[in-house]
């Protein structure tokens, strides 16, 4: 699914506390993040497109984040987490598990199942700061290919360059042209990578 | 009251707050979070913990005078008080849910009965500051001026 590189990034805050999800809302909101919160990992799951049952739903709402809350009735911030590692569609969606008390072996536990971070309760706005760059890491296969000016090639499935993919290349790139425009063009046309 | 007494009285008021413990940083926190887009963000995220509070009050006097006490569940109550105690700055409150789990853990029905008073005193301490700080609130906006921001 394409994504404009400009788009909101979406976040899915579970949590049973009323409390609590009207706070991390807030400090999602005004780290310019959209925000759905749900009360049970369940509901999250359900959110997610996954039933409980494993098998996909079609309307999948695209999440780049879930930060849920570790003790939670029924199934636990942790269960979410494996669920989520778990599940082809959505192990690559960044997870981040938050706790009001700090017990070490949970901490370890949580971030040896996949969980990016672990935040204390009350979360602040510094710990949301650190969501970005996860958020930036988990962004679609494709999306990361058009801001490297890249494309895959319909025909032979190879990634091409369409444009330099650093600054340094796209100044030595803009010499080259004017040096040895011809050379360039045939090292594109061949479908090579490298570029000088 | 002019404007400007209104405001110093807020100042003098929270500033005491902070001071003595009953309210900390946390509070601060949620006060930054509000803005003209959710300008009764606190007042609503305090209504929550009134309720909240009250509710697990009630259950927690109930659980504690049982012929048998359920110490896992008067436990569950007080990590949950802790925790949206935490959540507002209610910082006294928190200190005594702290105490208090360590007597359910030791399974003392006294000294969680004793904790029970005292979580009951500052929560009843900390809801009435809240309610003047509020109201102090709405005589500054009524005169026609900004609240003071403490940070």
Not at chain 1, 77 to 93: A, R, V
Not at chain 2, 34 to 60: A, G, I, M, R
């Amino acid at each position: 699914m394409a994504v404009d590189a400009g788009a909101q990034f979406h976040v899915l805050a579970v949590d049973d506390s009323l409390m609590d999800r009207k706070l991390i809302e807030r400090l999602l909101k005004t780290s310019s993040y959209q925000v759905t919160t749900v009360d049970s990992g369940s509901k999250a799951l359900e959110f997610l497109g996954l039933r409980e049952d494993h098998s996909p739903d079609h309307h999948e709402m695209e999440v780049n984040l879930v930060i849920t809350d570790y003790c939670m009735p029924g199934m636990t911030g942790y269960d979410l987490l494996k669920k989520i590692k778990e599940s082809s569609s959505l192990k690559d969606i960044p997870v981040v598990i938050m706790s009001s008390e700090n017990v070490p072996s949970r901490i370890n536990r949580c971030l040896e199942e996949g969980a990016e971070e672990f935040f204390l309760k009350p979360v602040q706005l510094s710990d949301v700061k650190r969501l970005r760059p996860h958020l930036l890491k988990g962004k679609s296969k494709d999306q990361q290919l058009q801001e490297e000016g890249k494309e895959v090639d319909s025909n032979t499935n190879a990634i091409i360059s369409t444009s330099n993919n650093n600054n340094k290349s796209k100044k030595r790139k803009a010499m080259d042209e004017e040096i040895a425009p011809v050379r360039t063009r045939l090292r594109f046309s061949t479908g090579s990578l490298t570029i000088v | 009251m002019d404007l400007g007494s209104l405001q110093r009285r807020y100042i003098d008021f929270t500033s005491a707050l902070l001071r003595e413990g009953i309210l900390d940083g946390q509070f601060t926190q949620l006060q930054q979070l509000q803005d003209e887009s959710n300008p009764d963000f606190v007042l609503e995220v305090v209504t929550l913990f009134f309720e909240d509070s009250e509710k697990l009050l009630n259950e927690l006097s109930r659980t504690l005078e049982q012929q048998v006490v359920d110490f896992k569940k008067v436990d569950a109550h007080v990590h949950q008080l802790k925790g949206s105690s935490a959540s507002i700055g209610a910082q006294k409150v928190k200190d005594v849910c702290m105490a208090f789990r360590n007597y359910c853990e030791e399974m003392n029905q006294e000294g969680c009965l004793n904790c029970l008073r005292q979580v009951k005193d500052q929560y009843l301490l900390v809801k009435n500051k809240l309610e003047t700080l509020f109201m102090l609130e709405q005589q500054i906006l009524a005169a026609g001026g900004s609240i003071p921001m403490m940070w």
